[in-house]
């Protein structure tokens, strides 16, 4: 999966102000209905799916890119295991994609949730783009399944 940030690009916002444009290749262009270069939230979201399902040393030439979130989905589906879930995302997404900033605060907040009813976790990012006048945060929702 490729994983382009063009971020010479810039864009006028509603206040004519400009601010770096963000721009990916969308690597899910065959499944979603989104069109083949993303910009901004979708840009993020993309870059968001592709830290999350690569695993450390897949990616040639930068081995430490990744995390390791698919590994702990067969521990025990408990907040313990949610809680490292959490952690590693937060400190993932801190390293990895420092223009954005995370939620942490309420209940609409980043957090990580043990669902042992599916079982699996459900994972909510919150977040908003540094630099953009945008106060709107922006959330993503998934879910870590165990599928054996």
């Not at 006028?12 to 209905?33: E, M, V």
């Not at 942490?104 to 953009?132: C, E, M, Q």
Request: charged share 20%; with cysteine.
């Amino acid at each position: 999966m490729s994983n382009l940030s063009l971020k010479g690009f810039t864009g006028i916002d509603n206040n004519r102000q400009t601010f770096p444009r963000l721009i990916d290749i969308n690597s899910n262009f065959r499944y979603d209905r989104l069109p083949l270069l993303v910009q901004d939230v979708d840009a993020v979201n993309n870059e968001l799916y592709n830290l999350v399902y690569t695993t450390p040393g897949e990616r040639p030439f930068e081995p430490r890119y990744g995390l390791n979130l698919l590994s702990k989905i067969f521990e025990p589906c408990d907040e313990i295991t949610a809680w490292q879930i959490e952690n590693d995302l937060i400190l993932g997404l801190i390293e990895w994609m420092p223009h954005i900033r995370l939620v942490r605060n309420g209940k609409d907040s980043t957090r990580v949730t043990a669902r042992p009813d599916w079982p699996g976790f459900h994972v909510r990012i919150v977040y908003s783009l540094s630099g953009v006048n945008n106060p709107n945060n922006n959330t993503v929702d998934f879910n870590l399944l165990q599928q054996g």
